[in-house]
């Protein structure tokens, strides 16, 4: 064997070793999410690299931007409300009647992510295209710049700013008619600020259907069944969801080092775990071979330094029942090869036992973030089609 062939054989033997990652036997088209899993991971590893050699890691991610380019059938608009950048898509067709609207948080752990992102951006108009309604499509700003909680704020003024009446008029959307939705991080904070709009007395216009897709509910048990099956899961593995979970509220070392340890909560907070028990919230099915063990109880210092991973805007499951029987419509997608699948699913009981309609769709053969694949894989295009199909019905 030549140098060469040698050289081409153990170059495609690493490639090879890079692009292989274990996945669950029921998942389609293994090999391309391999390949799109591979492709994250390595360029997570080159903006770390730059980040070493002193250039900024978000040259990468522009990369994944897209400008407001409007096409034959949707007008795209990148503007700002109240101070905060969002992009707005509006079908060009006329109507005779007001349009629907859908606000929408992009996800990304609340460190990454931008509403310009190329999947974002496809979603937005095809939510525009197919639904007729009005898309705004918001930013926020990111950790580790800014910790919690600036980004629910910025949400949430941009929302607050968007519901206003003659606002509303400007883009001719019907005041009955409009969804929050986001997915994961941006799942969280549609979460928190529908439950926050309730007692606000400023905002008059409430949202019609919240959608959830795939959304990260609660910063108090990181040993939840789902995070024990998935902890090495491609796409979001339990580490990830532990280091965004704590640079949401700090860069302190030592809060992601006690949630690694599931030992964050201080006893005096214990109260709070019934809100979480998945031992009482998860479908049978969830629960089994697997053991609710009692929490081991963290250091009050944390709390007192970081106190955001106990409040409900970040951590919406911890409403009680009272804030919960005020909440509308409810749409929650979540996908059995996923940390957060349990997350959704408590979310689901507890809505369901306040006495709330909530519509939950479970992916059965997929991991995190299926929506953001509709364009690459045929589970991604299956479950935006049905996405489309249900607001479509519903708002």
């Known amino acids: 064997m030549g140098k060469k062939s040698l050289y081409l054989l153990i170059s495609c033997a690493l490639l090879s070793y890079f692009v292989y990652t274990p996945l669950p036997e029921n998942i389609e088209q293994p090999w391309k999410m391999m390949t799109i899993w591979a492709l994250v991971r390595a360029q997570a ?24 380019t409007s096409d034959a059938n949707v007008t795209v608009t990148d503007t700002l409300f109240d101070k905060v950048p969002v992009r707005v898509f509006e079908p060009k067709q006329k109507s005779s009647t007001m349009r629907r ?17 190329i999947p974002y951006d496809n979603l937005g108009r095809q939510m525009a295209d197919k639904l007729g309604a009005v898309v705004v499509s918001t930013n926020y700003r990111l950790s580790p710049q800014y910790h919690f909680p600036t980004q629910f704020e910025d949400v949430y003024d941009a ?21 929050i939705a986001g997915d994961s991080a941006g799942g969280n904070l549609a979460a928190a600020a529908t439950q926050k709009i309730l007692d606000d007395p400023e905002v008059k216009i409430k949202v019609k259907i919240q959608s959830l897709l795939y959304p990260a509910l609660q910063a108090l048990d990181m040993d939840l069944p789902s995070y024990r099956e998935n902890a090495h899961m491609a796409i979001l593995p339990k580490y990830e969801m532990v280091v965004f979970w704590s640079m949401y509220f700090t860069s302190d070392k030592a809060l ?28 049978e099915r969830f629960q089994k071979g697997h053991l609710y063990t009692n929490p081991i109880h963290g250091h009050s210092d944390l709390t007192k330094k970081y106190p955001g991973f106990l409040d409900v805007r970040a951590s919406p499951l911890l409403a009680d029942d009272s804030k919960l029987q005020a909440l509308p419509l409810t749409h929650i997608l979540t996908c059995q090869y996923d940390v957060l699948r349990d997350d959704g699913l408590m979310y689901v009981s507890r809505l369901r036992a306040a006495g ?32 489309l199909k249900w607001l479509g019905e519903n708002l």
């Open 356 to 387: 709330v309609q909530v519509v939950h769709e479970h992916v059965e053969d997929w991991l995190h973030g299926v929506l953001s694949f509709n364009r690459f894989l045929r589970a991604g295009d299956r479950e935006v089609n049905k996405y």
């Open 256 to 283: 992601e080092e006690a949630m690694l340890a599931n030992q964050h909560t201080p006893v005096e907070s214990s109260h709070l775990f019934q809100f979480v028990n998945w031992s009482t919230l998860l479908p």
């Open 45 to 68: 590893q080159l903006s770390g690299i730059l980040k070493i050699l002193g250039f900024s890691p978000l040259v990468i991610t522009h990369l994944f931007k897209v400008p407001p």
């Open 101 to 117: 609207a859908v606000f929408y948080i992009h996800g990304g752990g609340w460190t990454m992510g931008d509403a310009t992102w």
């Open 159 to 179: 929302l607050r700013w968007f519901l206003r009446k003659e606002v509303l008029a400007e883009f001719g959307v019907d005041p009955a008619r409009i969804c």
